[in-house]
């Protein structure tokens, strides 16, 4: 890169990606930033957004992917959840929206890179392989929602908060005079504030219905309120009564059943996975050593993988894990690298 180059930066509104914009624009780049419109409600969002780029001297565009994000993140979203499934909308999102549509809009006016405010770092080009990087801020790490990008993509995207902590992205933006939306992103965008399970009640109902909730020896507890209504490892809203806590340990969608137990059940000795892909695109079946993170800002523990030649695997912890949801992303590291990632599919072996 250098000075003059056209970079397109993702404008949500937030202060994450402002700062980007700012840090770039500050580098001497041509600065054009570009906000998806991904529903109805995004007026606020879209509105902040121009507000930082008018603040900033650059241009903005807003792209209309409207049907595009119902079609690509919001009905499989709901498909999942009705199937007894713990999806991460984040990680579909970035692949469908951001690092594919998104950035074949910036390279359709001229840019050859996009930038985004995710905290998370690229190493890597010449004739080595690009590779995702955990940040300086751990505590603010979004390598995980970003693991099934590959190479074609990872050499047309800069991350700009990489190596910075939140208090300097607070800093930056207070440097550059600009107004914006609180700090961090919501937890699901699409959703306004309600309930998951209230969209997934709306857009599947004959699939969010009672079932009988029993523990481990099959004996009927209680009713569920839909399968819908529920995650592996979740504890509260059950409407149980009795002595000592129970936790869902499994989600049953063929018989609509809901199976809980106690705490000590939760933990996982291996759990497979399927759709495996690494990120520098080269991979073999083997057992590879690592850490693997199944949730959000969880930890990454040491543990193998041991791969099939058809992108399938089974995830051993070295001692025990937390529960692993059906659905969820389940992330492989090296230390700061991340290695690629895939998704938790039913079946694990827990702690008897």
């Known amino acids: 890169m250098s000075d003059g180059d056209r970079i397109a930066v993702a404008l949500s509104g937030g202060a994450d990606s402002a700062a980007a914009a700012v840090i770039l624009k500050g580098r001497g780049f041509e600065v054009i930033t570009l906000t998806m419109r991904l529903a109805e409600h995004d007026d606020s969002a879209v509105d902040c957004a121009a507000g930082v780029a008018l603040a900033l001297g650059v241009e903005h565009r807003v792209i209309d992917l409207r049907s595009e994000f119902e079609r ?5 979203f709901v498909e999942a959840y009705a199937s007894g499934l713990t999806p991460n909308p984040c990680v579909n999102c970035n692949r469908e929206m951001k690092f594919t549509l998104l950035l074949r809009e910036a390279q359709g006016i001229g840019c050859r890179y996009l930038a985004t405010g995710h905290y998370a770092g690229i190493t890597g080009g010449g004739d080595r392989p690009f590779t995702l990087k955990r940040p300086v801020d751990r505590g603010r790490d979004q390598t995980y929602v970003l693991w099934t990008l590959g190479q074609a993509t990872l ?20 440097e550059a005079g600009i107004t914006c939306r609180a700090m961090g992103s919501q937890d699901i965008c699409f959703l306004d504030g309600g309930p998951y399970a209230d969209l997934v009640a709306v857009r599947a109902p004959g699939r969010v219905r009672p079932g009988p909730i029993l523990d481990t020896g099959g004996n009927v507890l209680g009713e569920h309120r839909g399968l819908a209504r529920y995650t592996v490892g979740q504890r509260k809203g059950l409407g149980l009564g009795g002595p000592g806590s129970l936790y869902v340990l499994e989600i049953r969608p ?9 705490r000590e059940r939760l933990f996982c000795r291996e759990f497979p996975v399927a759709g495996v892909r690494f ?8 057992t590879v050593s690592c850490q693997v993170m199944t949730r959000y800002r969880g930890p990454a523990l040491p543990a193998s993988l041991e791969l099939d030649s058809g992108g399938r695997g089974i995830v051993r912890y070295r001692e ?5 949801a059906p659905g969820q992303s389940a992330v492989f590291y090296r230390g700061d690298e991340l290695l690629g990632g895939s998704f938790i599919e039913r079946g694990g072996l827990t702690l008897p």
């Open 72 to 76: 690509l993140v919001v009905r499989p």
């Open 254 to 262: 063929d018989d609509n059943t809901l199976v809980v137990g106690p």
């Open 279 to 286: 990120s520098s695109g080269a991979w073999s079946p083997g």
């Open 155 to 174: 050499k047309h995207v800069l991350f700009p908060l990489g190596t910075l902590t939140r208090e300097d992205v607070a800093v930056t933006i207070s």
């Open 320 to 324: 025990t894990g937390p529960p692993a």
